[in-house]
């Protein structure tokens, strides 16, 4: 439940990420910015969707989906600083990098975590967790739209939110097993 609760924080910055970026163009009167700054995001989640899928790395998803989201924290943060349109184009590539390796850890430790037979039940809940977030994040980015600073730091804050919860998720995601992201068969976790 806790790794579903901290997709609903990935979700979030994605939603608050897609209103700054028209906050952003009206502020800066650079139409373009609305779409290019999601762009810009998703360009980096193919990226780094790439990197990721070139080879098997170490550890378990779990730990992967961990670092994964404080490398997506991290790249939220320069957004603070408030660049202008080519600092922030380049800057949300960052976190876009490490949204492929989010998701894919997700769907393997939920495998992971899940009861035999109730796998698409669970891809399910982890697809509506980051749903629900978009629509919070969007929702109250768009409040916060005239206020350039706050703006810019709801995605941090929803990477922020994510990390929280997937470290108080750690000591029990930690005992289920070795999942990998590709070549190892997840093993199940023993329900306790």
């Known amino acids: 439940m806790l790794l579903f609760v901290s997709l609903a924080g990935i979700g979030f910055a994605i939603g608050s990420l897609n209103v700054w970026a028209v906050a952003m163009a009206e502020a800066h009167g650079k139409d373009m910015l609305s779409g290019l700054l999601p762009a810009a995001f998703s360009t980096g ?109 709801l995605p941090a804050a929803g990477a922020a939110f994510a990390v929280a919860v997937l470290l108080l998720a750690r000591p029990r995601l930690s005992r289920c097993g070795n999942g990998t992201h590709r070549r190892l068969r997840p093993t199940r976790c023993a329900r306790t």
């Not at 080879?55 to 378990?60: C, F, N």
């Not at 998701?103 to 509506?128: F, K, Q």
Request: glycine share 14%; hydrophobic share 50%.
């Open 45 to 153: 989640s193919f990226l780094g969707g790439l990197l990721y899928g070139r080879r098997t790395w170490p550890g378990s998803a779990s730990r992967q989906l961990l670092l994964g989201a404080g490398a997506f924290l991290a790249g939220w943060l320069p957004l603070l600083a408030l660049p202008g349109p080519y600092g922030a184009t380049a800057a949300v590539v960052v976190p876009g990098a490490f949204l492929t390796i989010m998701v894919a850890s997700a769907y393997v430790t939920t495998d992971t975590l899940t009861p035999a037979g109730r796998t698409s039940e669970a891809y399910a809940w982890l697809i509506l967790s980051i749903g629900v977030g978009q629509a919070a994040g969007t929702a109250l980015a768009g409040r916060l739209a005239g206020h350039p600073l706050a703006s810019a730091a």
